[in-house]
């Protein structure tokens, strides 16, 4: 026997201060990292720790590496964790509640998967009990794991932390497995769901009771799809008010939502294929299908993105807009946010793509947002999974297919304009600076191969389009300014404002070539913009705009507009 087991432990603090207390312990280091970063993220705790265990068989002494530290702690680290303030579990109750249950799942996730179960039908049906009971392994190590962090967390014995799971453990089993014995429990087959849920619905153990009946009208499904059309059957035959009502859908909720937390079970209903930015964009239509909808006929970019839904998919939308489902909608909700923080890219191999997805997805949690989940959270979400698109590898992976400096410009501020997070903000306008400030860039604009008001328009377009993605002032202007000094080396080689004004045309058409100069709109603002207001002065005091503009009477509003723009106003 190896003389060193190894395991990870999760513990989490309520509030900064708070004593710490334990979320998971997992073999699993990848996976324990994940639930850490999974509590802050979801706002559930003020910080969160995972700490490497390793437990000397032969002493049987603990030896903590703490491995990872998120949020604030609010007070020092101790060699080990104070008690928990929230007790074990120690009634069969105990292990119905939600946090009972998300624990089970994370414990017995594989044996759950092989057995195409989720938590509740095994806390509900006594063949899935006796099949894990049968299977002996599966369920010794559950208790193992959940065991050694909880002896250790409460300074008590291993052995007598096993003990007290195992009669908790015992005592679940034999309540239900006597209360199917007695034919306690309800059978929807014969009885119907409304009719048991209104029998049971003043009774103590409701919920227990009528989870137990809607655990076995869904056991004989083959998938999880069928799972949820069964689900879904029952909703539609669930009482049509009442408390009763309220107790059918209240437990219905519960295996619904925890189909559509695990992945099997969400791709099995939306089907399979598609990469992560896909996958999400389909949860996204599934739980928030009105509001997506509605933008899908206003914006051609999420129209683009977001998958059509199959029949059985559409139904199950449907039925999470209703206000008695909220809870699961903002299960999926919380999914989404959960795989939009992860490292994986939503669009592999394609990153413009990847800009365009992120773009479409923040819309329409944005439009969403309040039903399905809080805009701050969705807001954080979208922040944290800027930082992937402002990376080196992610920026060069963008730009590899950009021929052009130019292309590489206008490509930079489109993923500028679609980042958020003032960090995030300021590194996108970092590749912004550079690529402006590169040389191969200067060489370009300055090319001869395109005629110099070509040139010109063409950075006053670039001008106008870096100015509108959302850059703090100190970003912005750098770049700004050394467009318009490329423009001015520009228009001063090719005397092109001096040429307009002294062009062989009517005074009121020169005068509104340096106008749209002046302004930014055929030249970037800086040097090659001033010499044009200076023309455009020189002009209007030789005189006779008056007359041009009386001859021309339409031409009054356009060059008010034009004067305005070029900052001519008095």
Avoid at 369 to 390: C, D, H, I
Avoid at 437 to 462: Q, V, Y
Wanted: glycine letters at 8%; charged letters at 25%.
């Amino acid at each position: 026997m190896e003389r060193y087991t190894v395991h990870f432990e999760v513990f989490v603090r309520k509030i900064p201060g708070a004593p710490w207390s334990l979320l998971l312990a997992t073999e699993d280091r990848a996976g324990a990292v994940k639930a850490a970063n999974e509590a802050m993220n979801e706002r559930r705790v003020a910080a969160a720790k995972v700490t490497k265990e390793t437990l000397d068989e032969e002493t049987k002494e603990f030896r903590a590496v703490e491995i990872l530290k998120l949020g604030a702690a609010g007070v020092a680290v101790k060699s080990r964790p104070t008690v928990e303030a929230q007790p074990l579990c120690v009634t069969p109750q105990d292990l119905y509640t939600l946090h009972a249950r998300e624990r089970i799942g994370r414990l017995l996730e594989t044996w759950l998967e092989r057995n195409n179960a989720t938590p509740f039908e095994l806390l509900h049906r006594p063949d899935l009990v006796d099949r894990l009971e049968s299977s002996g392994v599966d369920l010794q190590n559950a208790v193992q794991k959940i065991s050694i962090p909880e002896a250790h967390a409460r300074n008590r014995s291993v052995h007598e932390i096993k003990r007290i799971f195992q009669t908790l453990i015992d005592r679940t089993v034999a309540r239900l497995t006597e209360d199917s014995r007695k034919g306690v429990l309800p059978n929807l087959a014969k009885e119907g769901f409304a009719a048991a849920a209104e029998r049971v619905v003043s009774d103590p153990e409701r919920v227990y009771l009528l989870g137990a009946g809607v655990a076995a009208a869904i056991a004989p499904a083959k998938s999880w799809a069928e799972k949820v059309e069964r689900l879904m059957d029952l909703a539609d035959a669930a009482p049509k008010q009442g408390p009763a009502r309220g107790l059918a859908f209240m437990v219905l909720q519960q295996p619904l939502a925890e189909i559509l937390e695990t992945k099997p079970g969400m791709i099995d209903i939306m089907g399979g294929g598609r990469h992560l930015g896909g996958a999400l964009a389909a949860m996204t239509r599934l739980a928030a299908y009105e509001s997506v909808d509605r933008l899908m006929k206003l914006e051609p970019s999420v129209a683009k993105v977001m998958p059509q839904l199959s029949p059985l998919a559409l139904r199950l939308a449907m039925l999470l807009g209703s206000e008695a489902f909220q809870d699961t909608r903002a299960a999926v909700g919380r999914r989404i946010l959960r795989e939009l923080t992860v490292g994986r890219r939503l669009c592999p191999g394609d990153a413009a793509g990847e800009i365009d997805m992120l773009r479409a997805l923040g819309m329409s949690l944005t439009a969403a947002s309040g039903k399905l989940l809080p805009l701050e959270e969705v807001q954080s979400a979208f922040t944290n999974r800027s930082r992937t698109l402002v990376t080196g590898d992610f920026v060069e992976a963008y730009l590899v297919q950009k021929s052009t400096a130019g292309g590489e410009f206008e490509a930079l501020v489109w993923l500028t304009e679609n980042v958020i997070g003032a960090a995030n903000k300021r590194q996108a306008g970092g590749w912004l600076k550079s690529t402006a400030n590169s040389l191969r860039f200067t060489k370009e604009m300055e090319s001869p191969d395109e005629s110099p008001t070509k040139r010109l328009a063409r950075l006053a377009a670039l001008q106008r389009s870096a100015a509108r993605c959302g850059l703090a002032p100190e970003d912005s202007l750098p770049i700004q300014e050394k467009l318009g000094e490329i423009g001015g080396e520009i228009e001063a080689r090719a005397r092109i404002t001096q040429t307009l004004a002294r062009a062989e045309a009517p005074i009121l058409q020169r005068l509104t070539w340096l106008l749209k100069m002046a302004g930014g709109e055929t030249s970037p603002s800086g040097p090659a913009a001033k010499r044009a207001r200076v023309e455009a002065m020189t002009l209007v005091k030789q005189g006779g705009i008056h007359t041009a503009l009386t001859s021309e009477p339409g031409q009054v509003e356009t060059f008010r507009d034009l004067v305005q723009q070029a900052g001519l106003a008095a």
